[in-house]
Structures are given as C-alpha cells and as structure tokens.
T-cell receptor
Framework: GESVGLHLPTLSVQEGDNSIINCAYSNSASDYFIWYKQESGKGPQFIIDIRSNMDKRQGQRVTVLLNKTVKHLSLQIAATQPGDSAVYFCAENIENQAGTALIFGKGTTLSVSS | EPEVTQTPSHQVTQMGQEVILRCVPISNHLYFYWYRQILGQKVEFLVSFYNNEISEKSEIFDDQFSVERPDGSNFTLKIRSTKLEDSAMYFC?????????????FGSGTQLSVL
C-alpha cells in the first residue's frame, strides 16, 4: 500500500551545523504534511506543517520544503543544537479522510554532538 | 501548557489478560485518538473517536480492541485478550476540532509489555 517513508534511519551532525532530514511519500492524494519530533520516552511533538498548495514554510530555526513533483518532503534545522537530538517523523493526511488519521513514516534519528 | 496525560507509563501483563490504558485528553478538545508504536517502528493509527463514537479505525483495531469515554475527562483503550504482538508503546492524542490541519497533541505514552 501507499505509505510515507524516510530516506535515512540515522543522521549525525555537529552542533551548529544545519541538518536536513528527508522524507519520500507515495500517496499523491495527500494534502497535508507534518513533521513530528519524538524525544526518548515521550510522545511525538508537533514541529511544523505544510499544506499541499505550498512548497515552503518556515518556523523558528526550522523550514519544511515540499516538492510535489517528486513527492518529497524535507525538514531543515538551522544551527542544530544538542536538544534537537531526537527521532523525527514525517506524517501525511488526506483531506477527505475523516478523523485526521495521520500516516507516519518510519523516522530518522538525529544525533547532535557537541 | 495543557497536555494529554496517560496512565500508567508502563504496564506489564500476561498473554490473554485484559488491559485498560487510560488517557486524559486536553480539556477543551473534542477529538481523541489512539496510536501505537512497536519498538523501532513507525507510529501507527489505531482509532479516532468523537461524540462518543468511533469515527475511524485501522485494520489493527480488531474486535479485541475497544475505546470508551466513561466520563467527561477520561478516554480509555481496552484490549480484551492481549497477545504478545500487542507489546508496544500506546499513545493517546487529542485535537480541539477535526480538520485537515488540526494539530494532534500526543501524550507521553503507555509502554505495554505482554509476557
């Protein structure tokens, strides 16, 4: 079936570097995409979202890019900090799908070293 | 900041036993969800709930599972006869409304271990 997935299971960066986490999705009907951060022992925490009618959205130190042509989503974290170390999931949703049943990808573990 | 709370944080049970996982969604939220995450795997949708009814459920949510909102604050997930493969982290989530871009607020989860 169609699902959201991530390119790399792990990413290691140095503190202060910029991080890019990638996600490929296969459901062209998806209208809405979200990035979640999950720290050890905690539930997923919303980071940033983007609708399918946009190709870029910026937050505080984070930017999400959406390329619908190749069905690719990325999360850019500027000046990565040790506190950014976590598992990052992309998730998708479809407008006509009741109940906001998000479909999650497998996750990328970001490790930030000082 | 209001948050979704889940109890217990860890639950160990024997195969075949019934378990009830408890959640207190954020007080003004109307839509409630259960997700689960098997160790090392992605978060999977189980069920959504609104107005005392299930609004959507996944293939995982079979007859062994049920949800209930017994009072104005609690939202529970019951597994009638647990199996080894039910071992996972179970997350409760809530949103104030239903909509395409309503953000889900997740609890910290209950780690269920079935022996």
């Amino acid at each position: 079936g169609e699902s959201v997935g991530l390119h790399l299971p792990t990413l290691s960066v140095q503190e202060g570097d910029n991080s890019i986490i990638n996600c490929a999705y296969s459901n062209s009907a998806s209208d809405y995409f979200i990035w979640y951060k999950q720290e050890s022992g905690k539930g997923p925490q919303f980071i940033i979202d983007i609708r399918s009618n946009m190709d870029k959205r910026q937050g505080q130190r984070v930017t999400v890019l959406l390329n619908k042509t190749v069905k690719h989503l990325s999360l850019q974290i500027a000046a990565t900090q040790p506190g950014d170390s976590a598992v990052y999931f992309c998730a998708e949703n479809i407008e006509n799908q009741a109940g906001t049943a998000l479909i999650f990808g497998k996750g990328t573990t970001l490790s930030v070293s000082s | 900041e209001p948050e979704v709370t889940q109890t217990p944080s860890h639950q160990v049970t024997q195969m075949g036993q019934e378990v009830i996982l408890r959640c207190v969604p954020i007080s003004n939220h109307l839509y409630f969800y259960w997700y689960r995450q098997i160790l090392g795997q992605k978060v999977e949708f189980l069920v959504s709930f609104y107005n005392n009814e299930i609004s959507e459920k996944s293939e995982i949510f079979d007859d062994q599972f049920s949800v209930e909102r017994p009072d104005g604050s609690n939202f529970t997930l019951k597994i009638r006869s647990t199996k080894l493969e039910d071992s996972a982290m179970y997350f409760c989530a809530s949103t104030p409304n239903w909509g395409l871009d309503e953000k889900l607020f997740f609890g910290s989860g209950t780690q269920l271990s079935v022996l």
